[in-house]
């Protein structure tokens, strides 16, 4: 069974640093591409960062402070988040899709996590 599991989300100041983590069972990251989304409250979800199976990185709405990696041997995919803002608050989803080129958008992702509260004030 595929799943992805989030886990670091938590209350920071502003100017605070958060590394999330989506840990993968049932599949293999490499052959995926896999993003971070978040939503909140009142808002559509969107597309933070996002890695494609070759690599490559998309970072559409937090460039220069998130920054998205891969760990193959552990299976699991980070966001690494700096210089937080208030605007920053949101469950912050994992998202993998099996599509070779998927744009960082949460129609183009097929399995998702459960989601990570990350809350920004002070």
């Known amino acids: 069974q595929l799943q992805l599991v989030e886990s670091g989300g938590d209350l920071v100041q502003p100017g605070g640093s958060l590394r999330l983590s989506c840990a993968a069972s049932?599949?293999?990251?490499?052959?995926?591409?896999i993003g971070w989304f978040r939503q909140a409250p009142g808002k559509e979800r969107e597309g933070v960062s996002c890695?494609?199976?070759?690599?490559?990185s998309i970072t559409d709405s937090v460039k220069g402070r998130f920054t998205i990696s891969r760990d193959n041997a552990k299976n699991t995919v980070y966001l690494q988040m700096n210089s937080l803002k208030p605007e920053d608050t949101a469950v912050y989803y994992c998202?993998?899709?099996?599509?070779?080129?998927?744009?960082?958008?949460?129609?183009?992702?097929?399995?998702w996590g459960q989601g990570t509260q990350v809350t920004v004030s002070s």
């Open positions: 890695m494609l199976s070759s690599g490559g």
């Open positions: 998202a993998a899709t099996y599509r070779v080129q998927a744009a960082c958008v949460p129609s183009e992702y097929t399995y």
């Open positions: 049932g599949f293999t990251l490499t052959y995926y591409a």
